[in-house]
Structure formats: C-alpha cells, structure tokens
C-alpha cells in the first residue's frame, strides 16, 4: 500500500493562477483531512470529509479555496486566485472510522506551493 | 474554545541527554491526546497515544489532567530523534476533528 498520495508534490505558480491540489486516500478509509503547514501557524486544519461528505469547513481561510470529494478515492483543493501568503505546504491525511477516537491520522508527502 | 500549546518553537539537547517536550491543552472534556512526530523528509506519523500507555522508540507521554499536560519525555535523546514534534488532542464529543499544536523542532546535536 503507497499510502496517501499526493499530488503534485511541488508546485509554482503565479500570483492570481489557479491552483489544484490532489489527494488519495488510503482505500477504506471514511475520513479525509486536508491542512496547511507554514513556519508562522504550524499545521492548521482547513476541511474534512466523512463518507464523501465536507464535515467541517471553518478551517478554510477565504472564499478563494474550495475543496471537493466526488468519490471515496479522490479529493481535490483548489485556490483561485492564488496570492502569494498561499505558500505553504499542504497536507492531506485519512483515518479510519473509530467512534471511540481510538484512531491514527495517515499522512501524504505534502505539495509545497510557492506562489510567486 | 479546544486549544494545544507547545511553548517552545525550537529545542536543542546534546546526545545522551534527557529531553522534555512540553504540550498543554485547553479543553473542558475528556481529551484523546496524540503526539505526532515528522522526520526530515518523511511523512508525519503517529509517535504515540496517551490511551495505549505505551512508550515508542523510548518515548513516554503521561497524561496529567491537573495541569492540563501531556508532555513527551525520553531519557536519552538519540541524534535520530532530531525532528518536528506535534501535539494532538481529539474531543470525544467530536472524535473526527484532531487539533494540532504548533509543533515542536527537535534538534540532537552529537
């Protein structure tokens, strides 16, 4: 088993590009999380997925990220217009279902969007 | 509002030497807390829980709910110990969301 993957794993775009995200999760897994990791904030929560389904958004900043996750296999996190405080490496992580909390976050490689 | 705080950005220890990473959280509940660890150019990874009362590559946590703690100790740092360390605590009432701390750099020095 790969793992989440996470793709691309670098990326570099221009102020004002959009930018997509990709991620897929460990097969069977019901959640799947995506953050944002910067030196300034540490590694901040932006949205979560069970079943398929957004659970909780508050995380993310602006109107400008969406996430989406059409089957169990896949999600994406896009930013349109991109600006440059976007830089960040985001993280995408999946976990099986435990009610008790009894349950490990699996983490992808990261992509490491620089925008210029 | 749920809250994980490591005070220290950066801690630097010699080989051979004890080491304490600090983590305290604010939580009305019954915490779930979790600490996760990054090595250089790998995946961040689950290191231990406090529920397993286990200890992982000599790594111990306890949970203290008087202080609101639950700091990682070893005690002797090893130069392949030198990493990102992260604080986690889940709410029972709501097992999905994990809130990270800020993280912890680690550093070994031989």
């Known amino acids: 088993d790969a793992g989440v993957i996470q793709s691309p794993r670098h990326e570099v775009t221009e102020m004002g590009q959009e930018v997509t995200l990709r991620c897929k999760p460990i097969?069977?897994?019901?959640?799947l999380f995506w953050y944002r990791q910067t030196m300034m904030r540490g590694l901040e929560l932006l949205i979560y997925f069970n079943n398929n389904v957004p659970i909780d958004d508050s995380g993310m900043p602006e109107d400008r990220f969406s996430a989406k996750m059409p089957n169990a296999s896949f999600s994406t996190l896009k930013i349109q217009p991109s600006e440059p405080r976007d830089s960040a490496v985001y993280f995408c992580?999946?976990?099986?279902?435990?009610?008790?909390?009894?349950?490990?976050?699996?983490f992808g490689p990261g992509t490491r969007l620089t925008v210029l | 509002a749920q809250r994980v705080t490591q005070p220290e950005k950066l801690l630097s220890v010699f080989k051979g030497a004890p080491v304490e990473l600090k983590c305290n959280y604010s939580y009305s509940g019954s915490p779930e807390l979790f600490w996760y660890v990054q090595y250089s150019r790998q995946r961040l990874q689950l290191l231990l829980r406090?529920?397993s009362r286990e200890s992982i590559k000599g790594f111990t946590a306890d949970l203290n709910k008087g202080e609101t703690s639950f700091h990682l100790k070893k005690p002797f740092a090893q130069e392949e110990d030198s990493a990102m360390y992260y604080c986690?605590?889940?709410?029972?009432?709501?097992?999905?969301?994990?809130?990270f701390g800020p993280g912890t750099s680690l550093s070994v020095i031989p």
């Open positions: 992580a999946s976990s099986p279902i435990d009610r008790r909390g009894h349950y490990e976050q699996f």
């Open positions: 986690a605590l889940t709410m029972k009432t709501s097992y999905d969301k994990v809130i």
């Open positions: 406090h529920i």
């Open positions: 097969s069977g897994h019901d959640y």
